[in-house]
């Protein structure tokens, strides 16, 4: 029996070339939510912290688990996508070489239709797995770090700014005061 595929070579490596390309758009976006995911839960909690500090060590702790658990499910998610969309790229520059596409002279004189890959695959994953790690170090400075004292809270520090003008004002006022009396003895 002859194969399925024998003389529709250029169908065939059409619908896997749509296949792949497909796949790595919406990997692309399924990456860009689980990043975006993180941060926004990242944002959400922080901002809780800072309005409602922890003061038992136990509830900091249980904070800091959930977050790097968090942060190892988005690493986790973010590396098995990255290893399937090298399969997909592999996939897609064979199907590119099947074709003639990254061949010298092929279509082109003296040069191939698809250019040289200029960028590292590994950029992109990279910098989300520091931007996660950087996230989760920062997070657990606002959960460790030390709560604001009442005096720099908005209220206390409006009250210390009155005083401090009411102050100033008051010095202001003596020295007018004292002026005055000066040019009042003067004109004596």
């Not at 792949?20 to 990997?27: C, D, G, I, P, Y």
């Not at 926004?40 to 060590?57: C, H, S, T, V």
């Not at 890959?117 to 989300?128: E, G, K, L, N, V």
């Not at 004292?149 to 210390?160: D, F, I, Q, Y």
Request: glycine fraction near 6%.
């Amino acid at each position: 029996m002859e194969p399925v595929y024998k003389g529709k070579e250029f169908e065939a490596l059409k619908l896997r070339y749509e296949d792949q390309v497909e796949f790595l758009r919406s990997n692309s976006v399924f990456n860009f939510r689980v990043l975006s995911g993180f941060f926004a839960i990242q944002i959400l909690i922080g901002g809780w912290i800072l309005k409602y500090p922890a003061i038992n060590m136990c509830y900091k702790i249980g904070l800091m688990i959930i977050d790097v658990a968090m942060g190892i499910i988005s690493i986790i998610f973010l590396t098995n996508l990255f290893h399937r969309r090298k399969e997909a790229i592999d996939t897609v520059r064979n199907i590119n070489e099947a074709l003639g596409l990254t061949v010298k002279d092929a279509y082109l004189d003296c040069k191939p239709i698809n250019a040289e890959i200029a960028t590292s695959r590994w950029t992109w994953f990279i910098s989300y797995i520091i931007c996660i790690l950087v996230s989760i170090i920062g997070f657990l400075v606002i959960l460790f770090g030390s709560p604001m004292p009442a005096s720099n809270s908005k209220s206390g520090a409006m009250e210390e700014r009155m005083t401090k003008i009411e102050s100033r004002l008051n010095d202001f006022e003596l020295k007018q005061n004292k002026s005055d009396s000066l040019s009042e003895a003067k004109k004596k």
